[in-house]
């Protein structure tokens, strides 16, 4: 099983970018879905953005048009692009892998998390 490290967090004021990455320690197979997670305090973790296995990216509500996902199947890396952050966006987030093509059905290998802190 392939494992994920997540990297790029910080802490940034409202208003500011960041590009989370998140990086496997061996081949990921490029079909599969991949998908990032947050969990604030106190919050049910939530996913944000997928992509699935044939490189369609879906978004949470909350952060579309704002959070940009792709993946480098040559560097089996996911990255997460993410503007105009608000607040509300702190929390950890998380990278994972799916068993499928399509995220729903459920995802295989996480990664650790990486913290992401927004301040007024």
């Known amino acids: 099983q392939v494992q994920l490290v997540e990297s790029g967090g910080g802490s940034v004021q409202a208003g500011g970018s960041l590009r989370l990455s998140c990086a496997s320690s061996?081949?990921?197979?490029?079909?599969?879905?991949m998908e990032w997670f947050r969990q604030a305090p106190g919050k049910e973790r939530e996913g944000v953005a997928a992509?699935?296995?044939?490189?369609?990216?879906t978004y949470a509500d909350s952060v579309k048009g704002r959070f940009a996902i792709s993946k480098d199947n040559a560097k089996n890396t996911l990255y997460l692009q993410m503007n105009s952050l608000q607040p509300d966006d702190t929390a950890m987030y998380y990278c994972?892998?799916?068993?499928?093509?399509?995220?729903?059905?459920?995802?295989?290998?996480w990664g650790k998390g990486t913290l992401v802190t927004i301040s007024s």
């Open positions: 992509i699935d296995g044939f490189g369609l990216p």
């Open positions: 061996g081949y990921i197979d490029g079909t599969k879905c």
């Open positions: 994972a892998v799916g068993v499928s093509w399509s995220c729903a059905d459920g995802m295989n290998a």
